[in-house]
């Protein structure tokens, strides 16, 4: 797998993953690659610095041995980075229910109902839900809502 930096036409800069880069030509020859804002198929390899990785012997050395390093900013149109106003948004919104708000799993339809009912305290909770439940909450009147963004499973 090769991951490219891509450029379209209208100046928007996205990443996109290759089996290989007769693949990405193939692709592209055809009108596959498309980028991911605008939708415009005049796409172009844009400029990337080269990914490399430590040798084995430097990689499993001792973080003591290991010389500091200064804090590494994604490249612009990284995925790890927003990519849009929008993309910042959802950032934050998921940041401020984290911070704020506790995880309750796969409880979320027993305790939201609860919390309902008034036999437990009322909070803010985020959770998982099957569909059948959290339309069986909005029909009982237990005010919920889908998060905009998938919720990492916590293990604690």
């Known amino acids: ?6 450029k379209c036409a209208e100046g928007h800069r996205f990443d996109s993953w290759f089996q290989s880069a007769e693949a990405f030509d193939k692709l592209k020859a055809s009108g596959m690659v498309a980028c991911a804002v605008c939708g415009d ?17 430097a990689a499993s050395k001792a973080p003591e041995q290991e010389a500091p390093r200064a804090e590494a ?6 995925l790890s980075a927003p990519a849009s106003p929008a993309e ?12 704020n708000s506790d995880y ?12 309902h ?3 437990t305290p009322e ?6 839900a099957k569909p059948e439940e959290a339309k069986a909450l909005i029909e009982e009147g237990v005010p919920v809502a889908p998060l905009p963004f998938s919720i990492g499973r916590k293990t604690n």
């Open 117 to 119: 009912e008034g036999s």
């Open 73 to 78: 900013k994604p490249a612009p149109g990284a």
């Open 1 to 6: 797998m090769i991951n490219y930096t891509l």
């Open 123 to 128: 909070r803010a909770i985020y959770g998982e």
């Open 88 to 99: 910042q948004a959802l950032r934050d919104l998921r940041k401020h229910v984290e911070a």
């Open 104 to 115: 309750v799993g796969k409880d979320f339809a027993s305790e939201a109902r609860a919390m």
């Open 41 to 57: 198929t005049q796409v172009e390899k844009a400029m990337m610095a080269p990914r490399v990785r430590p040798a084995r012997k």
